[in-house]
T-cell receptor
Framework: DAKTTQPPSMDCAEGRAANLPCNHSTISGNEYVYWYRQIHSQGPQYIIHGLKNNETNEMASLIITEDRKSSTLILPHATLRDTAVYYCIVRGPNSGYALNFGKGTSLLVTP | NAGVTQTPKFQVLKTGQSMTLQCAQDMNHNSMYWYRQDPGMGLRLIYYSASEGTTDKGEVPNGYNVSRLNKREFSLRLESAAPSQTSVYFC??????????FGDGTRLSIL
């Protein structure tokens, strides 16, 4: 799997957009970018994933740069319940069975 | 629709005791996984089952055994618990090229 780099922590005011960056400069052409989050004391929760194009669902948007070496997860209107650790994971057909969570970004949404 | 259900949610054991952690899913997924998460760290794969009737070792299998009882259930057994196995254990499931879905975890303390 391609190595990912995320800032260890970020803050965001409630109601504002939270933009979480991820660098994956060694990503291969057939590897997807996945985002999960883990709210304290709960199991990881899938958020979104993409290959090349930008993606949007009811939870978030994923913006992948044209060279695919980095991406940004956007929570458009952050709430206090979005406080969590966010993990950017790169996976492809040859990635095996484990998800490599790394240390992620701890997002704190403040009132 | 419960998704992935883990039991028990909490357990305290004495060193040398045995116990089985249960995981059941109602999503008809083929693959099931057991991870452990230690404080401040990401998840590490213990064992996985790509399909009913098969199991394989992950990154940290020592001290554990698993059983894929049927398509729904995947259990994790500690034959002789050690303090180093104090952790939060997560079960996850997946089907063909889809994201993994996680249970809420079992918090296990071994004294």
């Amino acid at each position: 799997d391609a190595k990912t780099t995320q800032p260890p922590s970020m803050d965001c005011a409630e109601g504002r957009a939270a933009n979480l960056p991820c660098n994956h400069s060694t990503i291969s052409g057939n590897e997807y970018v996945y985002w999960y989050r883990q709210i304290h004391s709960q199991g990881p929760q899938y958020i979104i994933h993409g290959l090349k194009n930008n993606e949007t669902n009811e939870m978030a948007s994923l913006i992948i740069t044209e060279d695919r070496k980095s991406s940004t997860l956007i929570l458009p209107h952050a709430t206090l319940r979005d406080t969590a650790v966010y993990y950017c994971i790169v996976r492809g057909p040859n990635s095996g069975y484990a998800l490599n969570f790394g240390k992620g970004t701890s997002l704190l949404v403040t009132p | 629709n419960a998704g992935v259900t883990q039991t028990p949610k909490f357990q305290v054991l004495k060193t040398g005791q045995s116990m089985t952690l249960q995981c059941a899913q109602d999503m008809n997924h083929n693959s099931m996984y057991w991870y452990r998460q230690d404080p401040g760290m990401g998840l590490r794969l213990i064992y996985y089952s790509a399909s009913e009737g098969t199991t394989d070792k992950g990154e940290v299998p020592n001290g554990y055994n698993v059983s894929r009882l049927n398509k729904r259930e995947f259990s994790l057994r500690l034959e002789s618990a050690a303090p180093s196995q104090t952790s939060v254990y997560f079960c996850a499931t997946r089907t063909d090229n889809q994201p993994q879905h996680f249970g809420d975890g079992t918090r296990l303390s071994i004294l």
